[in-house]
């Protein structure tokens, strides 16, 4: 499933209990519904703990990360981020609010 106009809303899935370490720009989340531990990269913590925070599209993502991360402008990270969360969607810690599927 694609969204290349990066319009759909995400959201973390109810009861996925991230519990979070970082060091430096080392991350590791634990997603308590699954039992699973992940390591990520900064671009995937900021835009988790963004969604902690309340849903967001892809587009309103990247202009947060970009700004949290000191990052230029690159409109080619709303791609990068979509396919990131229908990863994480397929993991079961975010999901579309108004899944298309």
Known sequence: MNDSGGTLRWRV????DLRWRSWGDD??????ASGDTHRVNAVTAAAL???????ATAEELRNG?????????DPALTERLLDLLWELDDLGI????DDPR
């Open 13 to 16: 899935r109810a009861g996925a």
């Open 27 to 32: 991350h590791i989340v634990y997603h308590g």
């Open 49 to 55: 703990r963004s969604l902690e925070r309340g849903p």
């Open 65 to 73: 990360i970009e700004d949290a991360l000191g990052l230029d402008p």
């Open 94 to 97: 975010v999901e579309p609010i």
